[in-house]
Every structure is written in structure tokens, then in C-alpha cells.
């Protein structure tokens, strides 16, 4: 009998030891996943952030410098046309030519801008998504019984980032693709220069 309760404590301790690893393990990797959603999350709003930053930055340059373009036309008309010999209609078709590329470009760059923003957007949705759902397989991933079980779920949760990963690329591919075919087609709609 004594034999018996020895044997069965050692089945126990056995047991209880494979159930505290797991434990620990399946710890230790809720951890890593919550730390490594934290650091996504934070790099990804830093991110857009910065391109929202510099997008607003790339329009007002981008304003400025047309405004400034503008300014500079209009003064320096009257002595170019002068020296080209442009003069009464000539020198009006000039400056609406001019007015109206700058204001192509412009309205191609509000376009980019607006884009840049669209993306911007799409990331920051990615990693809300992604950090959403790390909290739920958090729950799922300390529910596990077994080392198996919680190696087996690590690595779907590893191929599901990857794979909203790819559908996030491409959906931010699709979006720029739109957002240059869109520019193009402002800037060829714009009357071109008289020959």
C-alpha cells in the first residue's frame, strides 16, 4: 500500500509539474503577445502619424511654392511678354496657361494628400484590429490544457497576422493605385499649353 501512495504521488507530481509548465509557458507567451501588440500598435499610430505630419507638411510646401509661383508670374508677366513680343490676347492665354497648370498641380497634390491620409488611415485600422484581436486570442491562448495545444494556436495566431498583413498590403496597393490613376486624370484634364 505504502508502494501504491508513493506511486501515486509520483503520477501526481509528474502531472502537476507538466500542468505548472504549461502554465508558465502558456504565461510567458501571453505576455510576449500582449508586449509584441503593444509595440505594434504604438509603432503603427507613431507611423501614421508621421505621414499624416509629413503629408500635411508635402501640401503646404506644395502650396506655398505655387502660391509663390503665382505671385512671381503675375508680376514678371508684363516684361516677359514685352521682351517675347506677347502682348493683349497673347499674354492672357500665357497667364490662364499658367493659372491653370499651377492649379492642376495643386489640385492633383490635394488629391495625394488626401490619399496619403486614406493609408494612413488603413494602417491605424490594421493595428487596432490586430491589437483587438491579440486581446481575444490572449483568452484563448491561457484557456489552452496542453503544450501541444498552446503551440498548435501560436502558430495560427502567427499565420492569421501574417495573413491580414497581405490583405492589408494589398488593400493599401489597391487604394494607391486609385489614388496615382486619380492624380494622372486630374493633371491630363488640364488644358494643355498653346503650340
Known amino acids: 500500500m505504502a508502494a501504491r501512495q508513493t506511486e501515486f504521488g509520483t503520477e501526481y507530481g509528474t502531472e502537476e509539474a507538466a500542468r ?31 505621414a499624416q505630419r509629413n503629408s500635411e507638411r508635402m501640401f503646404e ?36 496657361q499658367s493659372t491653370g497648370n ?16 486614406d493609408l494612413s488611415g488603413e494602417w491605424m485600422r490594421f493595428v487596432q484590429d490586430r491589437a483587438q484581436q491579440n486581446l481575444e486570442n490572449f483568452d484563448r491562448l491561457l484557456a489552452c490544457r496542453s503544450m501541444q495545444e498552446c503551440v498548435a494556436f501560436q502558430t ?13 498590403i494589398r488593400r493599401t496597393s489597391e487604394k494607391s493605385t486609385a489614388m496615382a490613376d486619380q492624380a494622372v486624370r486630374k493633371m491630363s484634364e488640364s488644358p494643355l499649353a498653346p503650340h
Open 20 to 50: 505548472e509548465t504549461t502554465r508558465t509557458a502558456t504565461d510567458q507567451a501571453a505576455r510576449s503577445a500582449h508586449a509584441m501588440s503593444d509595440a505594434a500598435e504604438r509603432t503603427a499610430r507613431r507611423g501614421a502619424e508621421t
Open 61 to 96: 510646401s506644395w502650396r506655398s511654392g505655387a502660391d509663390a509661383a503665382n505671385q512671381i508670374c503675375e508680376r514678371s508677366l508684363d516684361k516677359v511678354s514685352k521682351l517675347f513680343g506677347l502682348t493683349g490676347e497673347n499674354a492672357r492665354q500665357a497667364l490662364q
Open 102 to 117: 499651377v492649379q492642376a498641380m495643386l489640385e492633383t497634390t490635394t488629391i495625394i494628400t488626401d490619399g496619403w491620409q
Open 156 to 168: 495560427q495566431m502567427a499565420r492569421d497576422q501574417f495573413e491580414a498583413l497581405l490583405q492589408s
